[in-house]
């Protein structure tokens, strides 16, 4: 048994041990409840919550994938990951009653490579200044 008063994160027991070191000689723990492996000294920025809350505003800023791990000092995959969680959390639009005056609009970019370009057609509500609609895909849609 590990005496140093650790706790661990995902059940809060105290019935840790020592299991091994990283390959950055950290001391690693194990819970005997849930058997979750985890360090006490996380030297990476992306583990901390408070930089994980920049990751969206900076993207609504104007600030690209690269942008923003750059700045922070994190990976693109973990902006990435944050920015996927957050969409997931976001409800498709509704709108409210009937529409009278919508405006249509589209705009196209590439993924990846010329080869695969890409649309997104988007409606917009001219009062309520929303979007009330879009899709996404292939040109040839």
Same mark, same amino acid.
């Given at each position: @048994? %590990?005496?140093?008063?650790?706790?661990?994160?995902? %059940?809060? *027991?105290?019935?840790?041990?020592?299991?091994?070191r990283t390959a950055n000689c950290k001391q690693r723990y /194990?819970? !005997?409840? %849930?058997?979750?492996?985890?360090?006490?000294?996380?030297?990476?920025?992306? !583990?901390?919550?408070?930089? $994980?809350?920049?990751? =969206?505003? @900076?993207?609504?800023?104007?600030?690209?994938?690269?942008? +923003?791990?750059?700045?922070?000092?994190?990976?693109?995959?973990? +902006?990435l990951k944050t920015l996927r969680a957050e969409a997931a $959390? =976001?409800?498709?639009?509704?709108?409210?009653?009937?529409? !009278?005056?919508?405006?249509?609009?589209?705009? #196209? *970019?590439? =993924?990846? *490579?010329? /080869? $695969?370009? /890409? #649309?997104?057609?988007?409606?917009?509500?001219? !009062?309520?200044?929303?979007?009330?609609?879009?899709?996404?895909?292939?040109?040839?849609?």
């Open positions: @048994m %590990c005496y140093e008063g650790i706790t661990c994160p995902n %059940c809060s *027991s105290r019935e840790i041990k020592k299991n091994g /194990r819970c !005997h409840n %849930c058997g979750r492996q985890f360090i006490t000294d996380y030297t990476y920025l992306g !583990h901390l919550t408070a930089i $994980r809350e920049l990751i =969206v505003p @900076m993207t609504l800023n104007g600030s690209g994938i690269r942008d +923003v791990s750059r700045v922070l000092l994190i990976s693109p995959t973990t +902006v $959390r =976001v409800s498709e639009p509704q709108p409210q009653g009937r529409i !009278h005056d919508l405006e249509l609009d589209e705009f #196209w *970019s590439f =993924v990846g *490579s010329k /080869r $695969r370009p /890409r #649309w997104t057609w988007y409606g917009i509500d001219r !009062h309520s200044k929303k979007i009330v609609a879009f899709v996404g895909g292939p040109p040839d849609r």
